[in-house]
């Protein structure tokens, strides 16, 4: 069992967080049987790997990608994940973060310095939750003193929201109703 090539190249595919190529699974695979493969024992193992994970029966696929091989959930099942990792991310989400995020999707790029100034409170470990959910990215140094760092929204954050660009978010006046006034009205 432990000689067999297709299932460490499985292995190898299913613990790789991207998609792996073929160049690299035969390098793996050398150093770890120490002696040479041919490129054509990997490509029939991956064939074999992939007849495999085609059945009806299972929920994930061996899909090319990238010029490499990745595991990944049949098309069948993507709505339960989209639900299951919207789920995920709306209960981890602190009323600081979605605030923090707010001030960062309206004003990027934006410094730490000034999100604390519009938040009015110290905001270290809200963005470092927001950068380890990849929610937000580092978007370079501004050009003034200090060089501090610029944080901007990232693509997965365009996904939660389901926005295309920036020019998707809602703007104010979606929010203003004629019926928000102070005081009567004069004709």
């Not at 067999?4 to 190529?21: K, M, P, T, V, Y």
């Not at 193992?45 to 010029?67: G, Q, T």
């Not at 380890?132 to 996904?159: C, H, N, R, W």
């Amino acid at each position: 069992m432990l000689n067999r090539l297709d299932l460490h190249i499985e292995a190898l595919i299913f613990a790789s967080e991207q998609s792996i190529g073929i160049t690299d699974l035969k390098a793996i695979c050398e150093a770890a049987f120490k002696r040479p493969i041919e490129e054509k024992e990997i490509i029939t193992s991956i064939a074999a790997i992939k007849e495999k994970y085609d059945s009806p029966n299972l929920a994930i696929e061996l899909v090319e990608v990238a010029n490499g091989y990745l595991f990944l959930t049949k098309k069948d099942f993507h709505t339960s994940i989209n639900q299951l990792q919207l789920h995920r991310a709306k209960k981890k989400l602190s009323q600081a973060a979605i605030e923090t995020l707010a001030i960062i999707a309206y004003r990027q790029p934006i410094a730490k310095l000034e999100i604390e100034q519009i938040r009015g409170v110290n905001c270290d470990y809200t963005v470092q939750k927001l950068l380890e959910k990849e929610l937000i990215s580092l978007a370079g140094k501004a050009d003034t003193v200090g060089k501090p760092i610029l944080y901007q929204t990232s693509d997965l954050f365009m996904d939660y929201f389901g926005l295309k660009n920036i020019a998707d978010l809602p703007q104010l006046k979606d929010f203003i109703t004629e019926t928000n006034e102070i005081g009567e009205q004069q004709d």
